[in-house]
């Protein structure tokens, strides 16, 4: 076995110079020649709106971003791939043949809530360093904070009730490992997701098919198959035939110390009821019941009052709860005017009509909070920081230099989000559309 | 350099058996406890409805998928992840480690259309080989039919003019080259991905962005460092402060020979209009004009009267068009009752209520024509084939006893699609929501 084989296998992201527009390469190829490549620039990530009637938005995906921008690299295949194909000149091949980012990213640290116009990374370095990266950069952040902002509104929805990521089959193979990467990070327990438990160390867990009770000759044969197996703790699905004959089956077949049954079908609210009820009188008072079949925040949320002791959701949240991307784009907000590292640094914004505007200069962002300490306005700015915000500034250092910080482990991105949230007004974890729950303020 | 290396950089699919949900290892465990796990079983991949108001449905993902079973191994690696957490126990883990898929496969053609109801994919093994790859060929044709879909409807609405992909930066970077292969499927022309080119040899385009503009001390001079470095037939980006201005600025510059301009913001339409206008005036006829911002199907289709020459599309597409994903289900619909290779295949189907159901048996499937050679009904049966259907049916075969059929070239599918969606009524690209274009009918 070799690195590359074990590498590809942890479902890593190697060569990510790959995931890339032809644009990037063919600007740094004009900006070469002209003399401008060389000219320090900031690049800034944000989003002009939040997906409409959400109240907040989640970073995810900054580590991944640090992992792909170490692996940022054009190696002979690549450089192959692009001279056949006559994308760039020789003089552009042998500048990438060299290419490693060696600037500075600074960004809302992984878990963080931000609002419209939150400047959630901030890129520095030549024009050229910085270009390449807008692609790959994009694509992570866009799609993993899409995932994380309807797990986490899931996570309120469910009150403290586990959530079981079971997307996988509902998306890319690749995408799914990285929205249980996000979902852990919005608030899921566990996943079901084998790849996402290799990669990330997410907690796995299984239940059962109808496939696998239909392969017997019959549910009582199937539910001691998977006894027999799995032990009485095992989740047994009961609704590929009669509910209430299944549960007295399983319960029959188990006893009392069977751990969960799975409804995956029907009314869950009624059928949760009624099958708690028939397990109660069955003596099974610690079996628990999981709910799966298309839940999505609102139909966790009205799960409350019911019976229900997980829940198990795919679709919804591998597509983003209807809204599967991010509108994050990455914006040059200054430049210098010559190629001297010294040389200051312009403001710079596209200026015309169509609603795309942005605001030029490298900026800064606070949360300004209340009286009791809880978050009242994101505040962002191009000058200094006023002193009474300077405790409450979001963006981190990341990378240094072209140093990447060390990764963190996913459990503090997870805590960091709970912490975020929670930091919130009160409204932020309403399901009903509205606003953003604290307006965004420029200085 | 190393062969995984080299494999890894062409975003292949290596070790798909780790794109599996947990429960399918713990079900064949327990199978194989049982003595269930060789027994003859029939899944089949189908949707119970196409997304809402959608009049087809398009197959793609098949040569993905096919990919992936080849690749679908447990090696050491993975073993021992699962052995590390107890996932299954040593009999499973054995089994496993000498797994390779040695049934038959059978499927609708990858490009053909589908409707609620078709088996677009039939899986044939024992019980254990097959359950086995349920969550990666799910993911994979979930994914690629729905931006197959999409990208049709897009097709259709461009009547002809070129589609260029641009979503790269809107999904998570894998799904973005599965994404750039089904939209070429589907009818798009181009990707601005270079990672989709690279793997699957889509050609490839660029344009270039606002910071290009902005990083040049006016447009001006970045104009002249784009057309002097790329060439007069490159697409200069027109929108960043004054369209008109920047027309002007851009024909001074590149002459008539000006190989496109593109806008990226306002009112289309009206731009387009105002830009052809200019640009005919100043001796540009034969600049075209490329247009990108948001748009979907029905943006194109208001613009078939515009002087629009090329259209790129992202966001919409790479999101599947408000339908990120498809609802495709992978069910055993027959399976042996003992473990004999030659014991007869009995149907199953689960009973429940709840809208879940499913037919058991294996399935054909036949495209009736009406007599003007038109597609009429989607046939779907599970007895013999009425002679005057042999000629229609729709699954072919994929896999034999575990060979593999050669992959087909890209283009052969893209040509596939083209003729399948106009062999459909004409009503199957109206843009407007429907029913099914033709309806499933059972035998």
Chains 1, 2 share one sequence.
């Not at 600074?106 to 609002?115: A, I, R, S, T």
């Not at 902002?149 to 997307?167: F, K, Q, T, V, Y």
């Amino acid at each position: 076995m070799n690195t590359g084989d074990l590498e590809l296998r942890r479902v890593g992201v190697p060569s990510t110079a790959l995931f890339t527009d032809q644009y990037e390469l063919t600007m740094l190829q004009a900006a070469l020649r002209a003399g401008t490549a060389d000219r320090r620039s900031v690049f800034e990530v944000f989003t002009r709106r939040l997906p409409e009637g959400r109240r907040y938005g989640v970073v995810a995906g900054t580590g991944r971003v640090l992992e792909a921008v170490r692996n940022f690299r054009f190696d002979a295949d690549l450089l192959a791939f692009l001279r056949d194909k006559d994308i760039v000149d020789g003089p552009t091949l042998d500048w990438l043949d060299s290419y490693r980012f060696s600037g500075d990213i600074w960004g809302y640290p992984e878990g963080e809530v931000y609002f419209p116009g939150s400047p959630i990374l901030r890129v520095e370095g030549t024009f050229a360093e910085c270009v390449l990266l807008e692609t790959m950069i994009l694509s992570i952040l866009n799609h993993d904070s899409a995932i994380a902002a309807a797990a986490s509104r899931m996570a309120s929805a469910a009150g403290g009730r586990p959530l079981i990521e079971m997307g996988a089959r509902r998306t890319h193979e690749l995408a799914a490992v990285a929205a249980s990467r996000a979902a852990y990070v919005g608030g899921f327990d566990t996943t079901s997701d084998l790849a996402a438990g290799f990669r990330y160390d997410i907690p796995t867990v299984g239940t059962s098919a109808h496939a696998f009770t239909l392969l017997h000759d019959s549910e009582r044969d199937a539910f001691r198959a998977q006894v027999d197996s799995l032990g009485r703790g095992t989740t047994l699905l009961v609704d590929t035939y009669d509910v209430a004959e299944a549960v007295r089956t399983a319960v029959e077949i188990a006893g009392p110390e069977l751990g969960a049954v799975r409804i995956d079908s029907g009314d869950l609210l009624l059928v949760a009821h009624r099958v708690r009820q028939q397990l109660d009188e069955l003596g099974a008072v610690n079996t628990r019941i999981v709910v799966t079949s298309d839940l999505d925040e609102y139909a966790i949320a009205s799960l409350a009052a019911a019976p229900v002791d997980a829940y198990g959701v795919g679709t919804q949240l591998v597509t983003g709860s209807g809204h599967p991307t991010c509108s994050m784009v990455y914006k040059i907000v200054a430049r210098a005017t010559s190629s001297d590292p010294k040389a200051p640094l312009h403001p710079v914004a596209k200026k015309s009509l169509g609603g795309k505007t942005s605001i030029g200069g490298r900026k800064w962002a606070a949360r300004r909070l209340d009286a009791e300490g809880r978050a009242e306005a994101e505040v962002i700015g191009t000058g200094p920081v006023p002193p009474e915000l300077l405790d409450q500034q979001l963006l981190v250092e990341l990378v240094k230099g072209g140093e990447i910080a060390a990764p963190e482990p996913l459990d503090t991105v997870r805590e960091r989000h709970i912490a975020a949230r929670a930091g919130l007004p009160m409204s932020a974890v309403q399901l009903s559309r509205g606003e953003p729950v604290i307006p965004t303020e420029y200085m």
